[in-house]
């Protein structure tokens, strides 16, 4: 049948199953607009204050649902305002497709206004970049953005539309989904040199990646560990695939690792990194990175490979696939003494703060108590993105979303708004620093106007806490430029924008207000003020050894 392509644009997303997105509209992009309007019954569109705040919201919808996250922007700055989500979603492997739109295919190319190469600059921080001038291509190149948005290693695709293709006339049949097909990477032998691997290691460890939460491999990541009886450290982007809880679980590894982590990694004698990179901020020091330890690299992208840290063996392709051939080939170790060692490592060097006043890891507690671990707890980049790893205990994966590659200040409150819509039984609270609040503060507009019952709880210690560490630790406490203590408001803000705003400035008022704050049912923001120099510990200077970790009690002696 015969549709424009405004019309084939909508069709392609409902053939998705696309139910919800995220956008602003603009000149370019009013007939796409004008056909949402015609199917809003179909698909729901959420206004969001800024394009960035689309992006990061379609960003988190795809993490907390595991679906494609879908987001919409007009050309020139409206597609451009869309790069930082897109480069956020690129870091973290998160399934995105953008769609915008651009000026008459006549105007390309000639400094038109609002006129923008979005395909060319989003090409670096994206899996594939189009731009459609003719509408016989435009619902394949849909498809095929879908399609490789969530193939492989999932991650942002963007589809560019002149103008004139969205108001043209062409031929739309309706086409099932089709999955990208991934060749098969690993081999018989593969398999069976990782089983011969962990079945010789007398101080196995697992370190587990954001992998194993994209590829829904938790199950069998737990039953490794028991199979190999094993401990097992974790990345920021992997909190939930191991139950916080769980004995075996050490905690996070990296420059903000436990001890425990750091330490036995550095003293293991075989490392598995299932759906992991080797990120700088894991291995610090990459000569010295578990330098007694063969590595087991598993992971869906052979680029990564050897690309970080060279590896004994490895086996390119989906994680919970392979993972399920693994296991079936293991025979239960047992390594009684390794997991002693590690247990009294555990003990010994347990995470601790200081508990005589209202502090972020408190209020991380106190969360995890009152929502019993099962919230989606979102945030944004610093300190208290770090006590969020640390001291809330996630027992799902899905339920931990930040900015872990890219570090994108801003992230959260947008990607708390996507999370809530994609799973409305969810209490989802994000995690600010009131830097990171002040950037963007406005999508609380957005929760408002929705009425969208999220909780923002700002971690308030009026200075730039990560950074002010840093120069307290390495630059001899001269503070430049990371001082916030001026007249901002941020409960008056957030009533200006039509939300609930509660302060806390001591430990006893937390409970209640986080209590009141899910009991209200509507956008809530929690401005809890803490002092201006805690930190976070353990710590790994950059660039050294992850084994040399410390912590306040270190820098005593």
């Given at each position: 049948?015969?549709?424009?392509?405004?019309?084939i644009?909508?069709?392609?997303?409902?053939?998705?199953?696309?139910?919800?997105?995220?956008?602003?509209?603009?000149?370019?992009?009013?007939?796409?607009?004008?056909?949402?309007?015609?199917?809003?019954?179909?698909?729901t569109?959420?206004?969001?204050?800024?394009?960035?705040?689309?992006?990061?919201?379609?960003?988190g919808?795809?993490?907390?649902?595991g679906?494609?996250?879908?987001?919409?922007?007009?050309?020139?700055?409206g597609?451009?305002?869309?790069?930082?989500?897109i480069?956020?979603?690129?870091?973290?492997s998160?399934?995105?497709?953008?769609?915008?739109?651009?000026?008459?295919l006549?105007?390309?190319?000639?400094?038109?206004?609002?006129?923008?190469?979005?395909?060319?600059v989003?090409?670096?921080?994206?899996?594939?970049?189009?731009?459609?001038?003719?509408?016989?291509?435009?619902?394949?190149?849909?498809r095929k953005?879908?399609?490789?948005?969530?193939?492989?290693?999932?991650?942002?695709?963007l589809?560019?539309?002149t103008?004139?293709?969205?108001?043209?006339?062409?031929?739309?049949e309706?086409?099932?989904?089709?999955?990208?097909?991934?060749?098969?990477?690993?081999?018989?032998?593969?398999?069976?040199k990782?089983?011969?691997?962990?079945?010789?290691a007398?101080?196995?460890?697992?370190?587990?990646?954001?992998?194993?939460?994209?590829?829904?491999?938790?199950?069998?990541?737990?039953e490794?560990a028991?199979?190999?009886?094993?401990?097992?450290?974790?990345?920021?982007?992997?909190?939930g695939?191991?139950d916080?809880?769980?004995?075996?679980?050490?905690g996070?590894?990296?420059?903000h690792?436990?001890?425990?982590?750091?330490?036995?990694?550095?003293?293991?004698?075989?490392?598995?990194?299932?759906?992991?990179?080797?990120?700088?901020?894991?291995?610090?020091?990459?000569?010295?990175?578990a330098?007694?330890?063969?590595?087991?690299?598993?992971?869906?992208?052979?680029?990564e490979?050897?690309?970080?840290?060279?590896?004994?063996?490895?086996?390119?392709?989906?994680?919970?696939?392979?993972?399920?051939?693994?296991?079936?080939e293991?025979?239960?170790?047992?390594?009684k003494?390794?997991?002693?060692?590690?247990?009294?490592?555990?003990?010994?060097y347990?995470?601790?703060?200081?508990?005589?006043?209202?502090?972020?890891?408190?209020?991380?507690e106190?969360?995890?108590?009152?929502?019993?671990?099962?919230?989606?707890?979102?945030?944004d980049?610093?300190?208290?993105?770090?006590?969020?790893?640390?001291?809330?205990?996630?027992?799902?994966?899905?339920?931990?979303?930040?900015?872990?590659?890219?570090?994108?200040?801003?992230?959260?409150?947008?990607?708390?708004?996507?999370?809530?819509?994609?799973?409305?039984e969810?209490?989802?609270?994000?995690?600010?620093?009131?830097?990171?609040?002040?950037?963007n503060?406005?999508?609380l507009?957005t929760?408002?106007?929705?009425q969208?019952?999220?909780?923002?709880?700002?971690i308030?210690?009026?200075?730039?806490?990560?950074?002010?560490?840093?120069?307290?630790?390495?630059?001899?406490?001269?503070?430049?430029?990371?001082?916030?203590?001026?007249?901002?408001?941020?409960?008056?803000?957030?009533?200006?924008?039509g939300?609930?705003?509660?302060?806390?400035t001591?430990?006893?008022e937390?409970a209640?207000?986080?209590?009141?704050a899910?009991?209200?049912?509507?956008?809530?923001?929690?401005?809890?003020?803490?002092?201006?120099?805690?930190?976070?510990?353990?710590?790994?200077?950059?660039?050294?050894?992850?084994?040399e970790?410390?912590?306040?009690?270190?820098l005593?002696?």
């Amino acid at each position: 049948m015969q549709l424009t392509g405004s019309e084939i644009v909508v069709e392609c997303l409902k053939e998705q199953g696309v139910d919800t997105v995220f956008g602003y509209p603009g000149g370019t992009i009013l007939n796409v607009y004008d056909a949402l309007y015609q199917h809003r019954e179909e698909i729901t569109h959420i206004l969001t204050s800024h394009e960035q705040g689309a992006a990061h919201a379609a960003d988190g919808y795809a993490r907390a649902t595991g679906k494609v996250g879908v987001c919409l922007a007009t050309s020139g700055p409206g597609a451009t305002n869309l790069v930082t989500g897109i480069a956020t979603a690129y870091m973290d492997s998160v399934p995105v497709v953008a769609i915008t739109c651009n000026v008459n295919l006549p105007l390309l190319g000639k400094d038109s206004f609002q006129e923008v190469d979005i395909a060319g600059v989003a090409m670096p921080i994206t899996k594939h970049s189009y731009i459609v001038k003719d509408i016989t291509k435009l619902a394949d190149t849909l498809r095929k953005a879908f399609a490789i948005a969530k193939g492989g290693r999932p991650g942002p695709v963007l589809v560019d539309i002149t103008k004139d293709v969205t108001a043209a006339l062409g031929e739309y049949e309706r086409k099932e989904p089709v999955p990208l097909e991934t060749p098969c990477r690993y081999t018989e032998e593969d398999i069976q040199k990782a089983v011969e691997l962990i079945s010789n290691a007398k101080r196995p460890f697992l370190y587990v990646g954001g992998g194993a939460v994209i590829s829904g491999a938790y199950k069998e990541v737990r039953e490794l560990a028991e199979l190999m009886d094993a401990p097992v450290c974790d990345t920021l982007m992997a909190k939930g695939v191991m139950d916080g809880q769980d004995e075996r679980y050490t905690g996070m590894i990296g420059m903000h690792g436990t001890k425990a982590s750091n330490l036995g990694v550095s003293e293991c004698d075989l490392l598995v990194a299932l759906g992991a990179r080797f990120s700088d901020r894991v291995v610090g020091n990459a000569a010295m990175f578990a330098s007694r330890a063969k590595v087991l690299h598993i992971d869906i992208d052979a680029a990564e490979i050897n690309k970080n840290i060279k590896t004994a063996a490895s086996v390119v392709g989906d994680l919970k696939e392979i993972l399920t051939l693994i296991n079936k080939e293991l025979t239960k170790k047992e390594h009684k003494e390794w997991n002693g060692h590690i247990k009294e490592l555990k003990a010994k060097y347990p995470l601790n703060y200081d508990n005589s006043a209202l502090s972020c890891p408190y209020i991380m507690e106190e969360i995890d108590r009152i929502t019993h671990g099962e919230a989606v707890i979102v945030t944004d980049v610093g300190q208290h993105q770090m006590w969020a790893a640390q001291y809330y205990k996630y027992s799902a994966p899905r339920t931990f979303l930040s900015s872990g590659g890219l570090g994108t200040m801003g992230y959260g409150l947008g990607a708390c708004i996507g999370a809530k819509v994609g799973r409305p039984e969810k209490i989802c609270i994000n995690i600010a620093g009131d830097g990171c609040f002040r950037m963007n503060m406005n999508e609380l507009a957005t929760a408002s106007r929705y009425q969208i019952p999220i909780i923002e709880v700002v971690i308030n210690n009026h200075v730039l806490g990560m950074v002010r560490q840093w120069q307290t630790l390495f630059y001899e406490k001269r503070y430049s430029q990371t001082v916030l203590n001026d007249q901002v408001d941020f409960c008056m803000v957030a009533k200006g924008l039509g939300c609930e705003a509660i302060r806390v400035t001591r430990k006893e008022e937390v409970a209640d207000a986080l209590t009141r704050a899910i009991e209200l049912k509507k956008p809530v923001l929690i401005e809890c003020i803490i002092p201006e120099d805690d930190k976070v510990f353990p710590m790994v200077p950059a660039g050294a050894p992850i084994s040399e970790v410390f912590d306040a009690t270190d820098l005593e002696k």
